[in-house]
């Protein structure tokens, strides 16, 4: 036997104006009069049997049962606003939101996304920068993008996307006053690093037989793209990997003075979270089309 409901706009009224302790209040927040609110909660009432609230001049006060039915209203009317909310999202403009560290996102994500947009307009696209290595637990993403698979959950399912190389480069005019015609004069420049990265210049030199000098300046930064805003300025030389140089070199702003000097680096690779969206589908296609 299916139980009776009891009005629901009276609900909704009684559940405003028990929060507020005020049908004034919820008349107001309804856009309704005083005497609507009343009208509706004395029709609940009448359908209960009960008094819901203690009338007074200034104040309208919960009774036991009032109170009593209010947690347990309240809690449903919660429940239909989350599902609500739930459907409205998954009928909403189809979304992918990727994970990505910032100087990737600057420096390689952004200057390609338009082309993407432009191909799936009715796509929405999402970008969230962080430098740890995300966690479906506690980290919202369709696709996530990292150089190695260091610490991923063992619930994102990686796969391949490119490799990369490390390049030195610096800007022309640096190059032009004090020339880099050897590692081993690199102990003449400043060397510019960034601060997650820092054993790059090491591994480098150790890569080509030269040992580091202990003396050696260095300036370090939280960001790849900070690195060669610094490069392009002319303060230092920078080992950056190719797939972030975008059009430094092509643009003439950064050279590359011993371009024989590459180092291979961990390749890309983009992870997922079973089930994917078809909008994270879309996106992957688009992704493995794109050159480093």
Not at 36 to 65: D, Y
Not at 69 to 98: C, H, M, N
Not at 213 to 230: I, N, S
Request: neutral net charge; charged residues 20%; aromatic residues 8%.
């Amino acid at each position: 036997m299916k139980k009776p409901l009891p009005p629901l706009n009276a609900v909704r009224a009684f559940a405003v104006a028990a929060r507020h302790q005020s049908f004034s209040l919820a008349a107001e927040e309804l856009h309704v009069s005083h005497s609507a609110i009343s009208r509706h909660i004395k029709l609940l009432e009448e359908h209960l049997g009960v008094l819901l609230f203690e009338r007074r001049i200034r104040q309208s006060l919960l009774t036991a049962v009032g109170q009593r039915y209010y947690e347990q209203v309240s809690a449903g009317l919660a429940q239909i606003a989350d599902a609500t909310f739930e459907l409205k999202q998954q009928v909403a403009q189809p979304t992918v939101t990727l994970n990505v560290r910032p100087s990737f996102a600057q420096l390689w994500l952004m200057p390609r996304l338009p082309d993407f947009i432009a191909q799936h307009p009715d796509i929405k696209t999402e970008v969230i920068t962080q430098t740890r290595s995300p966690d479906p637990a506690v980290d919202r993403f369709d696709v996530v993008i990292r150089r190695g698979r260091d610490d991923w959950a063992p619930t994102i399912e990686a796969h391949a996307l490119f490799e990369d190389e490390l390049l030195l480069v610096a800007a022309p005019e640096l190059i032009e006053r004090v020339p880099l015609a050897d590692l081993a004069a690199l102990n003449q420049h400043t060397l510019l690093t960034v601060r997650a990265r820092r054993e790059d210049w090491h591994n480098w030199a150790m890569r080509f037989g030269q040992s580091q000098d202990a003396g050696q300046v260095t300036r370090q930064f939280d960001y790849m793209h900070r690195v060669l805003d610094a490069a392009v300025a002319g303060e230092g030389i920078a080992l950056c990997p190719t797939s972030l140089l975008g059009t430094h070199l092509s643009s003439g702003r950064l050279i590359c003075p011993l371009p024989d000097l590459r180092m291979r680096l961990p390749r890309y690779y983009y992870g997922t979270v079973p089930p994917m969206t078809a909008s994270a589908l879309v996106f992957i296609e688009w992704l493995c089309r794109q050159q480093p």
